[in-house]
C-alpha cells in the first residue's frame, strides 16, 4: 500500500503562485508514476502533470505547459507541483496518485486539496 497526503492548497488570485506537496509513505515507490490530476465543479477529472519516481522523465497537460513544474524529493519521498500565473480556471481539488502510466488509471490517490484562483 501506498498513502499519499497533499498539502499546500489554498486562495490565491489571479497570476499568482502556489506549491503543492505530496507526501508519500507505504512502500517503494521506485515503480511508480507520480501524477497530480485536478477536478474542477462539475467537470470530470484532468491530467496536470506527471513525474517517473525514478529518472527525468515528466509529463504535462497542455493547459498548463510553461505554467506549472513537477518535481520530487526522493530523500522526503514528496512529489511537488509549483504553480505560476495562476488562473480562474486552475481552480479545482487537486489530487496527487501514483500508479503505472503517466496518464492512468492509478492505483493510489490522496485525498485531494483546494486551489481556489479568484479573478
Known amino acids: 500500500q501506498v498513502q499519499l497526503v497533499e498539502s499546500g492548497g489554498g486562495l490565491v488570485q489571479t497570476g499568482g503562485s502556489l506549491r503543492l506537496s505530496c507526501a508519500a509513505s507505504?512502500?517503494?515507490?521506485?515503480?511508480?508514476?507520480m501524477a497530480w490530476v485536478r477536478q474542477a465543479p462539475g467537470k470530470e477529472r484532468e491530467f496536470v502533470a506527471a513525474i517517473w519516481w525514478t529518472g527525468s522523465l515528466t509529463s504535462y497537460a497542455d493547459s498548463v505547459k510553461g505554467r506549472f513544474t513537477i518535481s520530487r524529493d526522493n530523500s522526503k519521498n514528496t512529489v511537488y507541483l509549483q504553480m505560476n500565473s495562476l488562473k480562474p480556471e486552475d481552480t479545482a481539488i487537486y489530487y496527487c496518485?501514483?500508479?503505472?502510466?503517466?496518464?492512468?488509471?492509478?492505483?493510489?490517490w490522496g485525498q485531494g486539496t483546494q486551489v481556489t484562483v479568484s479573478s
Open positions: 507505504g512502500r517503494t515507490l521506485s515503480p511508480y508514476v
Open positions: 496518485a501514483a500508479g503505472g502510466k503517466t496518464m492512468g488509471p492509478y492505483n493510489y
